[in-house]
């Protein structure tokens, strides 16, 4: 707005500090002179009011001179505008009060709380205390404080975090203020409202040690737990803050129990500084540490607890002595095999969702290297831990590998795919929402692609309709010319898998002694002398079942009219002669 002539006359009166006396007159002749008090003006590209003005200036004189001419102090103290800092950054919301304060003078800021009344918890976006510990003003600080103005213990910042003046402080670093604040005797082991955070806590997290010393002195408990049950050494650990945490296990480890103390050592080695540059001291740490707790489960009588060996984690098992470590000690891959079974075994009886993010993260890891087995299978196991936790889980991840392999023409194993297909059974995913119905289709789309084959016979697609489809198959259904099964046709041919598909298909319940048109069983076909070998170990001795059914087709007795038509028994007697004799096929399934 354009400055009237008067407010640029008062304005050069009350930059020279009304040094003539005329403050008070003139304005005592304005008739307007709560509007002209109350308004902001642009000067110098700030918009302030002539009270923030005078406040900027550090003219007590002028402020009081002002305040006693105005019908409304409370309106006119409160009222906002937008000032430079020491560092020329704009500051929206300053108040005359913040303006005084961020410019020292003090004596000014006195006399607008204790003749205004002005709020000291009407900052630019937090309280003036708060305000003055993220800029790091310990003068303005001090002000407050010694002049009773301020609660150091409840004034909290605006924000979700909620901290007061102790706990932003020590997060921030800032030791001088944090000793000042206990000489002052803030409440040391004071908590957040909602998620129950303390300086300790916040000191942790940060990485302050001399901060984390000097609170841990002042009596402050290691103890405290917040909204999710994380101590500070818990705290330390989760922000990669190895110094605070070797500190925290030196000054706690009498009072930790024994799984917090694995659970301490484990994410040490699953730590990210510790992966990639752990230094010779802090690998003696988190060794002496193993150690330590080797020696109190002895002295405590602890009993062993060993999961059985799963391929998820290589088929390791914890170790269970001292002696054993030591062997692992200088192998990064067994160490991070060693950390997931730890916690394995202790957070997943508290049904502690963060037992699964290094076992995604370690997916994501071999997925980068292409061990896409490995992957698939730690996810797999991981899929049954949410699970088994009550999670809410997803094939999403599944979907994702199994196409990065397409992509990258690497075979998917169809044994593998058929674990994760049996997935879409478990209970968890049978809820028919949208995301679940489109990974199933997603897999039958995959699982299309991974029959698309140029070569048969094909193990993996007979593996694949094996093991996902023989309860709608007829293992020993016949072609309609030469009435062929399916062990007449693979018998013939001399490819290295032919032999391990007349296993899985011997497996799968297909008889060796079915004769085709030409009174000709598989063995008959069978060109090479592995495959004759095969086929005669697995046919003898006969069956009876099999021998009864080749005496009633070579007697010709009259069996149709004794069973009904459509039975299985007719079906088998049929496989076993009666294709040569031309005798319709009666049945579907043997």
């Given at each position: 707005m354009t400055i009237p002539i008067v407010v640029k006359e008062l304005y050069t009166i009350i930059c020279q500090g009304d040094s003539s006396n005329e403050l008070g007159g003139r304005l005592t002749l304005l008739p307007n002179v709560d509007e002209i008090l109350n308004s902001l003006y642009e000067?110098?590209?700030?918009?302030?009011?002539?009270?923030?003005?005078?406040?900027?200036?550090?003219?007590?004189?002028?402020?009081?001179?002002i305040l006693s001419q105005s019908t409304n102090v409370e309106n006119l103290v409160e009222l906002t505008g937008r000032v430079y800092d020491a560092y020329q950054s704009p500051i929206s919301s300053a108040t005359a009060l913040w303006c005084a304060c961020n410019e020292g003078h003090y004596a000014l800021a006195r006399t607008l709380i204790e003749i205004g009344k002005?709020?000291?918890?009407?900052?630019?976006?937090?309280p003036l205390l708060i305000d003055a510990v993220i800029n790091n003003r310990l003068d303005t600080i001090q002000f407050l404080v010694e002049n009773n103005y301020v609660d150091i213990d409840r004034t909290q910042q605006n924000d979700h975090r909620k901290y007061n003046s102790l706990m932003l402080s020590?997060?921030?670093g800032q030791t001088e203020i944090v000793t000042y604040l206990l000489e002052k005797g803030a409440k040391i082991d004071q908590q957040t409202p909602i998620t129950y955070e303390t300086a300790l806590g916040c000191a942790a997290i940060g990485g302050h040690l001399d901060i984390v010393k000097l609170l841990y002195s002042a009596g402050a408990s290691t103890n405290l737990r917040n909204h999710i049950d994380e101590t500070p050494l818990i705290l330390a650990l989760k922000s990669d803050r190895l110094h605070i945490t070797e500190y925290l296990i030196d000054i706690t480890i009498n009072e930790l129990s024994v799984e917090e103390l694995e659970l301490i050592a484990s994410s040490m080695i699953l730590s990210t500084e510790y992966n990639i540059s752990m230094n010779q001291a802090q690998r003696t740490s988190m060794i002496n540490l193993i150690r330590q707790i080797f020696q109190i489960t002895k002295e405590r009588n602890y009993p062993e607890s060993v999961m059985v060996p799963i391929k998820a984690y290589n088929h390791q098992q914890e170790c269970q002595t001292i002696e054993e470590f030591d062997q692992i000690q200088n192998d990064p891959d067994r160490l991070y095999i060693e950390a997931l079974l730890i916690?394995?075994?202790?957070?997943?009886?508290k049904k502690d969702k963060e037992l699964c993010a290094p076992l995604l993260e370690r997916g994501e890891?071999?997925?980068n290297q292409g061990d896409f087995e490995s992957c698939l299978h730690l996810w797999e196991h991981t899929f049954h831990l949410y699970e088994n936790m009550g999670y809410e889980t997803s094939l999403d991840r599944f979907v994702w590998v199994f196409c990065k392999m397409l992509i990258a023409n690497v075979p998917i194993p169809p044994q593998l795919f058929i674990q994760i297909c049996r997935l879409t059974f478990e209970p968890s995913e049978q809820d028919n929402n949208l995301p679940t119905l489109r990974n199933a289709l997603y897999l039958v789309a995959i699982a299309a692609k991974i029959l698309e084959q140029p070569n048969f016979p094909n193990l993996p697609a007979t593996q694949l309709i094996l093991t996902h489809g023989l309860r709608w198959i007829n293992i020993d259904a016949v072609d309609t010319l030469g009435g062929n099964t399916s062990l007449h046709i693979v018998s013939q041919s001399e490819k290295l898998d032919a032999l391990s598909i007349v296993e899985l298909l011997i497996n799968a319940g297909a008889h060796l002694d079915c004769l085709n048109r030409y009174n000709k069983t598989p063995f008959d076909y069978a060109k090479t002398i592995e495959m004759q070998t095969l086929l005669q170990k697995q046919q003898t001795p006969s069956l009876l079942k099999c021998l009864c059914a080749r005496h009633i087709v070579t007697q010709q007795l009259q069996?149709?009219?004794?069973?009904?038509?459509e039975t299985r028994l007719n079906t088998f007697i049929y496989l076993h002669g009666c294709i040569a004799e031309d005798i319709r096929f009666i049945g579907e399934h043997p």
């Amino acid at each position: 707005m354009t400055i009237p002539i008067v407010v640029k006359e008062l304005y050069t009166i009350i930059c020279q500090g009304d040094s003539s006396n005329e403050l008070g007159g003139r304005l005592t002749l304005l008739p307007n002179v709560d509007e002209i008090l109350n308004s902001l003006y642009e000067i110098d590209g700030e918009h302030i009011s002539l009270l923030m003005l005078a406040s900027l200036y550090g003219h007590d004189n002028v402020v009081r001179i002002i305040l006693s001419q105005s019908t409304n102090v409370e309106n006119l103290v409160e009222l906002t505008g937008r000032v430079y800092d020491a560092y020329q950054s704009p500051i929206s919301s300053a108040t005359a009060l913040w303006c005084a304060c961020n410019e020292g003078h003090y004596a000014l800021a006195r006399t607008l709380i204790e003749i205004g009344k002005a709020s000291v918890d009407h900052g630019p976006r937090n309280p003036l205390l708060i305000d003055a510990v993220i800029n790091n003003r310990l003068d303005t600080i001090q002000f407050l404080v010694e002049n009773n103005y301020v609660d150091i213990d409840r004034t909290q910042q605006n924000d979700h975090r909620k901290y007061n003046s102790l706990m932003l402080s020590a997060c921030d670093g800032q030791t001088e203020i944090v000793t000042y604040l206990l000489e002052k005797g803030a409440k040391i082991d004071q908590q957040t409202p909602i998620t129950y955070e303390t300086a300790l806590g916040c000191a942790a997290i940060g990485g302050h040690l001399d901060i984390v010393k000097l609170l841990y002195s002042a009596g402050a408990s290691t103890n405290l737990r917040n909204h999710i049950d994380e101590t500070p050494l818990i705290l330390a650990l989760k922000s990669d803050r190895l110094h605070i945490t070797e500190y925290l296990i030196d000054i706690t480890i009498n009072e930790l129990s024994v799984e917090e103390l694995e659970l301490i050592a484990s994410s040490m080695i699953l730590s990210t500084e510790y992966n990639i540059s752990m230094n010779q001291a802090q690998r003696t740490s988190m060794i002496n540490l193993i150690r330590q707790i080797f020696q109190i489960t002895k002295e405590r009588n602890y009993p062993e607890s060993v999961m059985v060996p799963i391929k998820a984690y290589n088929h390791q098992q914890e170790c269970q002595t001292i002696e054993e470590f030591d062997q692992i000690q200088n192998d990064p891959d067994r160490l991070y095999i060693e950390a997931l079974l730890i916690r394995e075994r202790i957070l997943m009886s508290k049904k502690d969702k963060e037992l699964c993010a290094p076992l995604l993260e370690r997916g994501e890891e071999f997925l980068n290297q292409g061990d896409f087995e490995s992957c698939l299978h730690l996810w797999e196991h991981t899929f049954h831990l949410y699970e088994n936790m009550g999670y809410e889980t997803s094939l999403d991840r599944f979907v994702w590998v199994f196409c990065k392999m397409l992509i990258a023409n690497v075979p998917i194993p169809p044994q593998l795919f058929i674990q994760i297909c049996r997935l879409t059974f478990e209970p968890s995913e049978q809820d028919n929402n949208l995301p679940t119905l489109r990974n199933a289709l997603y897999l039958v789309a995959i699982a299309a692609k991974i029959l698309e084959q140029p070569n048969f016979p094909n193990l993996p697609a007979t593996q694949l309709i094996l093991t996902h489809g023989l309860r709608w198959i007829n293992i020993d259904a016949v072609d309609t010319l030469g009435g062929n099964t399916s062990l007449h046709i693979v018998s013939q041919s001399e490819k290295l898998d032919a032999l391990s598909i007349v296993e899985l298909l011997i497996n799968a319940g297909a008889h060796l002694d079915c004769l085709n048109r030409y009174n000709k069983t598989p063995f008959d076909y069978a060109k090479t002398i592995e495959m004759q070998t095969l086929l005669q170990k697995q046919q003898t001795p006969s069956l009876l079942k099999c021998l009864c059914a080749r005496h009633i087709v070579t007697q010709q007795l009259q069996y149709e009219s004794i069973w009904p038509a459509e039975t299985r028994l007719n079906t088998f007697i049929y496989l076993h002669g009666c294709i040569a004799e031309d005798i319709r096929f009666i049945g579907e399934h043997p």
